[in-house]
């Protein structure tokens, strides 16, 4: 029985020395040389995919982040006195917290806030507040010192996107 075919046929001329180091390295793994390089293809797709998340989309997983965070801040449910069915919500809010920290520590390393000093400072004043607010919610401070947090926070945030969409607006030199 023959194998169906996956998709579409896709030719390329490669040196033939490439060509059996790549059956030889297919026949090693026990896989046909089409199978061998689909798997390549598909690993490499999978590796640039993943490289362009991690390098592309720094700011805009930290901005979802932080407004996901003030959302569920925002909420009418009381999440800061650790009143009985508030586990859950307080909970949520800390994994946000935590991602959300560690996407910030992200961004600010990245090499698009290493272009804009003041972008960078931003996000950092972001991260205090975020981690201020986390510490505020788990040490069951009152919801006016929270909400009063969360207003920097929003503010800072406000202030960073600002700052980051008018610099990704400037023209590269």
Known sequence: MLPRK???LISLRIPEA?????RAV???????FSDYMRKMMEEHLLSLYDSRDSL????????????RFI???RQDVVIAAGAPGTQAKREELQDIAWKAIAQAVEYSKSEQAAQNAAARLLALRVLGYLIRTGLAIQD???KNFIDDLV???????GEWATKTEASDQKPSA
């Open 71 to 73: 959302l569920v801040c």
């Open 56 to 67: 592309y989309d720094k700011h805009e997983r930290l901005d979802s982040l932080v407004r």
């Open 26 to 32: 297919a026949v090693s793994r026990g896989m046909t």
């Open 18 to 22: 490439h060509r059996r180091a790549i």
């Open 6 to 8: 996956v998709g579409p």
């Open 140 to 142: 069951s401070k009152d």
């Open 151 to 157: 207003e920097k926070l929003e503010d800072s945030h």
